[in-house]
T-cell receptor, first 114, second 113 residues
C-alpha cells in the first residue's frame, strides 16, 4: 500500500513564524500536492509538483511556497504564518500516467496559528 | 471561484436508507469525476470514479450517476450503514499527467442506527 506520511498531526505556531510542513511518500510517485481543508470550503489546492524541482501554483498559493528537492519529499512553507492560515493541511501523491488518476492522501496536519 | 459545487453540506439518513449527494461543475473540459470518502482523523480515500463516456457506474452499494448535458453528477449510497458515516467529496479533473483535482465543498453524512 502507498504510504503518505506527514511529519506532524498537530502544530501550534505564533503569528509571523516561519512554518515548515513536511510530506514523504514511499511509492515513487511523480506527482505531489498540498491541499488545505476548511469546513464548508472543501479541499483547495495550494501547490503541486509533477517532478523534482518543479512546482505549479494551485488555486490559493498566496502566503505559501513549496520545495521539492527529492522525489519522495514535498514541503509546504508558510513564510510568515497568519491566523487565517489556521487549517487542516493535506498532502497527497499520485502516479503519473495512471488510468485511475488516484490520489493517495496523508492523514493531515492540523495547524493552529495564534 | 468554485468550479465544482456540492450539496448538501450535511445529510442525516436512517440505516437502510438511500443517501444522495449532488455535484455540479462548470468546466466542460473536465473528463474525470471521482468521489472521495474521509473518516475522522484520516485523509480522503478514493471511493469510486466515472468518466463521461458512461452515465452510471456501480460498485457494490455505491453508484455514480452522470448527466453530461446538465453538467451534474451524483453519488447514491444504497442501504446506508452507520459505517458509511463520513465526509464525502466529489471532484473533477482534466486528464493529464499532473493528476490535479478540483474538489467540491464536502458533505458530512451521518447514518443513524
Amino acid at each position: 500500500d502507498v504510504k503518505v506520511t506527514q511529519s506532524s498531526r498537530y502544530l501550534v505556531k505564533r503569528t509571523g513564524e516561519k512554518v515548515f510542513l513536511e510530506c514523504v511518500q514511499d511509492m515513487d510517485h511523480e506527482n505531489m500536492f498540498w491541499y488545505r481543508q476548511d469546513p464548508g470550503l472543501g479541499l483547495r489546492l495550494i501547490y503541486f509538483s509533477y517532478d523534482v524541482k518543479m512546482k505549479e501554483k494551485g488555486d490559493i498559493p498566496e502566503g505559501y511556497s513549496v520545495s521539492r528537492e527529492k522525489k519522495e519529499r514535498f514541503s509546504l512553507i508558510l513564510e510568515s504564518a497568519s491566523t487565517n492560515q489556521t487549517s487542516m493541511y493535506l498532502c497527497a501523491s499520485s502516479l503519473q500516467g495512471s488510468i485511475e488518476e488516484k490520489l493517495f492522501f496523508g492523514s493531515g496536519t492540523q495547524l493552529s496559528v495564534l | 471561484q468554485q468550479q465544482v459545487k456540492q450539496s448538501p453540506q450535511s445529510l442525516i439518513v436512517q440505516k437502510g436508507g438511500i443517501s444522495i449527494i449532488n455535484c455540479a461543475y462548470e468546466n466542460t473540459a473536465f473528463d474525470y469525476f471521482p468521489w472521495y470518502q474521509q473518516f475522522p482523523g484520516k485523509g480522503p480515500a478514493l471511493l469510486i470514479a466515472i468518466r463521461p463516456d458512461v452515465s452510471e457506474k456501480k460498485e457494490g452499494r455505491f453508484t455514480i450517476s452522470f448527466n453530461k448535458s446538465a453538467k451534474q453528477f451524483s453519488l447514491h449510497i444504497m442501504d446506508s450503514q452507520p459505517g458509511d458515516s463520513a465526509t464525502y467529496f466529489c471532484a473533477a479533473s482534466i486528464s493529464s499527467n499532473t493528476g490535479k483535482l478540483i474538489f467540491g465543498q464536502g458533505t458530512t453524512l451521518q447514518v443513524k442506527p
